[in-house]
């Protein structure tokens, strides 16, 4: 069950914006795994490690810098263009990569690394050596005097202090805008951008999918300027991409431009530059928004984020292997920042801060796991720093941003299972540390554990990958009054998520106006559950302390089955005027304007009336009943509705509640009209919404009641020794279980349930009719019959009403129940090597469930089995023409399922296509569908 994951990619001329909906896993392979134990991570150990990726749920890896180097800027000091680190492997170790990630589905981004190359390349040896004024010496950026371009800043502020330095072998100054090992290649050369095609063309003629192109905003120097963002460089990069245009569509480049969203814009130019830029200013807003616990700097920043060329994508991330540069905020935002984040000095390099994203949050779950989620939310491609997923830590006691680069924590072993060798061989330290250490950190540990961090991600990147909408839709803010919670929603086509992030660390409740979307039912993400419809009023939501939701408002699914929708009340009423009793009025002129003017809207709003699709042409009070006893006028009540030329019968009980009578919402809710006594004003509604309904009708059924009507006789009938159980104190509890199903039910002193029909049809209701044999041939498990209601009419026929019976406190039906083991299943299987065994118990339960139900449906069966004078209950052998049904049932549901498989073409992977096929083999043409023999 474990093979790995094989899937099948799309080319990229097939799948061009395939960029648009990656999710970026970026790593560096000295500290990836190593494979020959020499301490460094090499191309080798990465291929054995792909599994690992492709089950996390990624779709694109990022590669650090591998080519030959000093390393002394961790790679970024390239000194070969067109080869592999020695230590990290060969050019052929780096295609059988190549290849092995593609066939897995997962598409690589490599380093283009062309502002500046190290100063041990062949190129700048050559350039410090040649003629002044030479194509070659200028190759980069001389000066004879360090004043020029004096209006640019230095970068890294810790070690430089200019940007230019001194050859003794030139004796001239070089241009840099990093290390001072790092000079600058000179753009203004053709010679250079014809050199750096070649390297482009050497990697994209490989088959690499992507290049991030570092340092991108620093090509071009010009007096005057900063030397960032000019035109020039913009020149020079749209030179670039009509390179790719030409010769390699499909394939994508990414800028590292650490700027304002205004400029990094520009180097997307019109959609003939970059196709993705990173989005620097969001990143410290997000912790900004934590810190504060305040949602404004997130929409802030993206209330400036200008629209970008629809071929274009953000790429947002949390953490990377620099520090987390805080270069694009305010110097009061970044004292803030550092004062919450780097408390302890050396974890500030720079303008920024050495830490990965654990440390950072305290190992805070609910922190990581929101920061997560805003990250796997926001407009653009999500980038994940390697290690990020176990929530590993940093040790920022080593040098420049090595802290954040250690190597991966696999395992317990030694090592961290990163490699073999002697640990002080190794290219970085692994983390020790109690809270960090690869002990306690690790991957293999966390696949064990289905609670783990990593499993948590894989369930949300799962999430993120199967909905379009997070890459590609818009975004929208929603602005509810509290400022501690953000909320956005993510549209395309006719899907729309939305997102709720509480940023504080106290639970916070939300009033959310979604009433665009009235109707519509959030269903959880995660878990899949429905909320409550959203309606027309404001939509509330509680969040535990860093608690976030992700909804889809789906247009589809019914609510949750516990919700029960407020009944809609009239928009206003009519005032029937009493001078005696409820009855009399009603059957006076009154009544029948009532049923005329008032009733067929009534019906239209009431879910149980089940005639709404037709046009209602009349409506009468068939007759009114008092029920006895009590200080409360309650009557009993049936409606004529004449529809489209048929009639039908409904029950309405109806009462009345005074304006000065304390009363619930329910009564209110279902109010046909305004009554007036004197001075005295109150609602007619039904009666069911009344507590003292429900008391009269069970004292009636233990009384054994008869009431005369004008269509004949009620009679109240309590089952044979279940009086008792009828007779209930006049205040115990009444609890409304459904005031608006197609019946509606209420229980009384969590003993007795009441059901009133609705739809009145001659002859005896099934349920009444089932429940009364069942009761009566001693079955135990189902609820037991107490008493029936019914309407006997002048030529004898019965009607059933309303219905009695014990009432059985329960957890839900069967059929919830069932759909939630089998979503806990899907679940575990997602995360399957973690819980072999948790499923085989899930498998386990359901068994013992199901075998429950059987024996009971089969005690059930022998009741009914048994021979009878009733003549209705009389059982009857099943023959052969009762066989051919079922077979033709099971048949028609077979096809059903077996089409839906045949009409699907695409499959998340090969391995789930071949389980496909196999089900769509001949060797299956046993089974009965039409399907299987076509
Ligand atoms: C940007 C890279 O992300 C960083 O690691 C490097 O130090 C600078 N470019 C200079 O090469
Ligand atoms: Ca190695």
């Known amino acids: 069950m474990n093979a790995p994951t094989e899937s099948v990619l799309l080319s990229n001329e097939q799948d061009a914006l395939w960029y648009k909906d990656a999710i970026i896993y970026q790593l560096h392979v000295k500290s990836f795994f190593d ?53 990290y492997g060969t050019l052929h170790d780096f295609k059988r990569f190549l290849d092995a990630a593609h066939r897995r589905g997962l598409r690589v981004i490599i380093e283009l690394v062309i502002n500046h190359t190290s100063d041990q390349h062949r190129w700048f040896q050559r350039a410090r050596h040649a003629k002044p004024g030479s194509v070659l010496r200028d190759y980069y950026v001389w000066s004879d005097t360090d004043k020029k371009y004096d209006g640019t800043r230095i970068i890294f502020i810790d070690t430089e202090r200019s940007n230019w330095t001194w050859d003794p072998e030139a004796k001239a100054y070089y241009w840099h805008r990093f290390y001072s090992h790092q000079p600058d290649l000179n753009f203004d050369n053709p010679r250079v951008i014809e050199a750096v095609l070649g390297v482009m063309r050497f990697w994209l003629d490989m088959g690499v999918d992507g290049l991030r192109l570092d340092a991108v905003p620093y090509l071009v120097e010009r007096e005057g300027t900063n030397n960032e963002n000019l035109p020039e460089t913009h020149t020079v990069l749209k030179r670039i991409r009509a390179e790719i245009d030409a010769s390699f569509p499909g394939r994508m480049l990414l800028a590292e431009a650490n700027q304002w969203p205004e400029d990094t814009k520009e180097y997307f130019g019109q959609g003939d530059e970059c196709h993705m830029a990173f989005h620097f200013p969001l990143m410290p807003r997000m912790y900004m928004a934590l810190a504060r616990e305040d949602r404004f700097p997130i929409t802030d920043i993206m209330r400036q984020t200008p629209q970008i060329p629809d071929n274009c994508q953000w790429a947002i991330f949390l953490r990377n292997h620099d520090e987390l540069t805080l270069e694009m905020v305010t110097d009061s935002e970044r004292d803030y920042l550092w004062q919450t984040y780097a408390t302890d000095r050396r974890a500030r390099i720079n303008l920024g801060i050495r830490r990965r994203l654990a440390p950072l949050l305290e190992r805070d779950r609910r922190r990581i796991e929101l920061m997560n989620c805003l990250l796997l939310s926001m407009p653009g ?57 690869f002990e306690v950190v690790n991957a293999e540990s966390q696949a064990r554990d289905r609670h783990s961090l990593l499993q ?63 109707g519509r039912v959030p269903v959880e993400m995660d878990g899949g559950s429905a909320f ?16 976030f939701y992700w909804f889809v408002l789906t247009q589809e699914s019914d609510g949750p089955s516990w919700h ?210 069942l009761t009566a041939n001693g079955f135990a498990n189902s609820p037991l019959m107490l008493g029936e209601v019914r309407r006997m009419d002048n030529e004898g026929e019965r009607f059933s009403l309303a219905v009695a019976q014990s009432f059985v406190r329960n957890q839900g039906d069967a059929w919830t129940w069932t759909l939630d083991q089998f979503n806990r299943s899907l679940d575990n299987h997602a995360t399957r090597e973690a819980n072999e065994e948790a499923r085989h118990d899930d498998i386990h339960d359901y068994k013992e469930f199901a075998a429950t139900m059987g024996r009971q449906l089969g005690t059930m069966h022998v009741v009914l089995a ?69």
């Open 35 to 87: 494979s020959n134990d020499d301490g460094i991570g090499d191309f080798p150990g990465l291929i054995s490690k792909l599994d690992y990726i492709a089950k996390l749920g990624v779709n694109t890896l990022w590669l650090l810098p591998f080519y030959p180097s000093p390393r002394l800027d961790d790679g970024y000091d390239i000194s070969d263009y067109r080869a592999v680190h020695p230590e």
């Open 866 to 934: 048994r021979a009878t004078d009733d003549d209705a209950f009389a059982p009857r052998l099943a023959g052969p023409e009762d066989v051919a049904t079922w077979v033709e049932r099971a048949r028609a549901s077979l096809d059903r399922a077996f089409d839906a498989l045949a009409q699907r073409t695409t499959w998340e992977n090969e391995q789930v296509a071949a389980e496909a096929q196999e089900m769509l083999a001949p060797c299956w043409a046993v089974l009965p569908g039409a399907a299987r023999q076509a």
């Open 456 to 518: 948590w991600m894989r369930r949300m990147l799962a999430i993120r990958r199967t909905h379009a909408a997070f890459g590609r839709g818009s975004l929208r803010f929603l602005y509810p009054k509290n400022r501690k919670v953000l909320a956005y929603l993510r549209e395309l086509d006719s899907e729309t998520i939305l997102c709720v992030a509480n940023v504080s660390h106290q639970p916070q409740a939300v009033e959310l106006d979604l009433s665009e979307f009235a």
């Open 564 to 773: 029960t929708p407020a009944p809609e009340p009239m928009p206003d009423y009519v005032t029937i005027v009493l001078r005696n009793q409820l009855a009399d009025v009603l059957a006076s002129v009154a009544g029948i304007e009532l049923a005329r003017d008032t009733i067929p809207a009534y019906l239209g709003k009431r879910r149980w009336f089940a005639a709404k699709d037709q046009s209602l042409q009349s409506a009468r009070i068939a007759y009114l009943a008092r029920l006895p006893g009590g200080d409360r006028e309650l009557l009993l009540s049936e409606l004529e509705v004449k529809t489209d030329g048929k009639t039908s019968r409904w029950m309405l009980p109806l009462s009345m509640v005074w304006e000065d009578e304390p009363t619930a919402a329910l009564p209110t809710q279902l109010a046909l009209a305004r009554v007036r006594r004197g001075r005295r004003v109150g609602l007619l509604t039904d009666a069911f919404s009344l507590s003292g309904f429900a008391h009269q009708m069970l004292a009636s059924l233990a009384s054994g009641a008869e009431i005369e009507t004008t269509e004949g006789r009620i009679v109240f009938e309590a089952a044979p020794d279940k009086v008792e159980l009828l007779q209930r104190p006049p205040d115990s509890q009444v609890l409304w279980l459904s005031a608006e199903q197609s019946n509606s039910s209420l229980v009384v002193d969590d003993a007795v349930m009441l059901k009133v029909f609705r739809r009145i049809a001659p002859g005896q209701h099934p349920e009444a009719e089932m429940s009364r044999y």
């Open 381 to 437: 491609a999500p980038v994940i720093y390697y290690g990020d997923e176990i929530g590993m830590g940093d040790n920022i006691r080593l040098g420049d941003r090595d802290g954040v680069r250690t190597p991966m924590q696999w395992s317990p072993d030694r090592n961290g299972g990163f490699s073999r060798a002697d640990p002080n061989a190794l290219a970085l330290p692994l983390v020790m540390d109690p809270l960090y250490g």
């Open 532 to 547: 409550p419809p959203v309606g027309q009023l404001t939509y509330l939501l509680t969040l535990p302390p860093y608690g």
